[in-house]
């Protein structure tokens, strides 16, 4: 490589990562970082647990210090240092002092922008009034300490479902205030599906916290008992006096545009799978970039930690002519709520179906670990692959423990582009306070699997219809058979299902119609599973209703 000067534009995990994977690469390298901020690499996932006094200390949210870049690495470090202008045609950098208002001139070899995202402030009547905020950077979590101090207030509205909204109202609920979220979308954290986050939905009610979905922002007022009036497109006015936007986050490329570099359809700046812009000189990487969606191949934005650092890493590789090559992103998240973890991996259904992709679906719901062994919680799980060949291509997952290990399993299968025949040959380890002998991830690929050899048909509750004629005008509705035990049925069932329990089933086919498709239900979908390979063998157009009742109650919940 040479002695190469490299001049890096913002910190955190992009560039902080791309300057250290350099520096190990290349002793000889100059290398600088400009941060417009005080602190060059934190950990903003942090941000809203520092809010809620789980982390303490404001220091423990710092990753990488100047001075460690400086004594570890021989990296200058320029924080509070703003870059405004970029002259390609010259190689150079124009840099601004945020504090003195000092401009200064660098030139570079090779340029990386990494200056990630900003959050969206809505253009409603009254967003500048005091009391809202957003919370993206260290500054801002101290705005915010200082300003809850002073004003000590009683009563906050979250403004936005996702990840950061629902980590805001818990940790609000936390500090004592009362909390109100909204989401404009019909449900909370809009990267799972609907079905999905039902459980956690009950929970934050069962907590004390207002949830609205389907509530869109329309503008802020000056209240009276309250600081501040949030008022929505249904006309509601939700008292206030603290206001979080969490409504998501936009690429900040306004340096990127006036240079001239190309920006991509979704607004983010254009890469290729080395990382480098339209400008041969210059990479970029973050929240700031356009990436490949790994799932549908099309262009999206996907503001992760995880892969922004990867990214710096890929850069870093081209820039000392490495051939290394970002796969693309597939949007693997983790969240808690409370005593829930939801996560997913890959496509959800309403994405597959938006662009126009084959899929099938399972729902299971088993034991987190053994379920002889103390303490065993159910997992809620969804997958979604290919009829065709059983490639995977989304997975969400809800429960209380176990959900990290097997979603992080499912995404380096996806990743990998595995079948959901390879999930049913994962050998995972086992003791029965960790799993099963046949993990949840090995049950999820034996009911794919069984679908795709077609031992089984399957249905799913969406699609059960009230009214369903064929073209004679018969009544060709699916007949539900329930074949739970009474006990289990005198507590629940599904109206208009007719019952017939496992046992009993192979001596009362002929209470069956053989010119009606059978759905089949237990209570997860294992027994149903049984049930529907006996009439299948016997000549009936038999189907396991996926996860049984406890998928049921989480749709007609929907």
Known sequence: MGSKRVLIVGGVAGGAS???????LDEQAEIYIFERGPEVSFANCGLPYYLGSVINRRSQLLVATPERFRDWYRIEVRTRSEVSRIDRANRQIEVVNVQTGQKTVETYDALVLSPGAAPIRPPVPGVEL?????????????????????????????VGAGYIGLELAENLLRRGLDVTLMEK??????????????????????QGIEVRPGCALAGFEPGKSHRLAVLT????????????????????????KEAGLAIGPCGGIQVDDQM???????????????????????PTLIPLAGPAARQGRIAADSICGRPSRYRGTQGTAIVQVFDWVLACTGANERKLRQCGIAYEKIYLHPPHHAGYYPGATPLHMKVLFSPDDGRLLGAQIVGRQGVA?????????????????????????????????????????FIAGNILRHDVSVAHWDQCSPNCLNEQGEDSRPVILDVRTSSERDAQAVPGSIHIPLGELRTRLDQLPQDRPIWVYCGVGQRAYYAARILQQHGFQAANLSGGLTTYRMVQKK
């Open 18 to 24: 791309c300057a250290a994977r350099l520096r190990r």
């Open 130 to 158: 005091e009391g809202i905020f957003t919370l993206r950077t260290l500054e801002d979590a101290d705005r915010i300490e200082a300003w809850i101090a002073e004003q000590t207030p009683r009563r906050a509205v979250v």
């Open 185 to 206: 979308l019909p449900h909370v954290l809009p990267a799972l599906d609907e079905e999905m986050v039902i459980p956690v939905e009950e929970e934050l009610r069962r």
């Open 233 to 256: 497109e249904h006309g509601d006015r939700i008292l206030a006096d603290l206001v979080f936007l969490a409504v998501g986050v936009r690429p900040d490329v306004p340096l990127a």
């Open 276 to 298: 480098r812009t339209s400008d041969p000189c210059i990479w970029a990487v973050g929240d700031a970039v356009e990436v490949r969606d790994w799932i549908t191949g099309q």
């Open 405 to 445: 290990e097997r979603i992080n399993v499912l995404a380096f299968a996806l990743q990998t582009q595995a079948t959901v025949f390879d999930l049913e040959e994962a050998e995972l380890a086992y003791a029965p306070q960790f799993g099963s002998a046949k993990d949840p991830i090995n049950q999820a690929g």
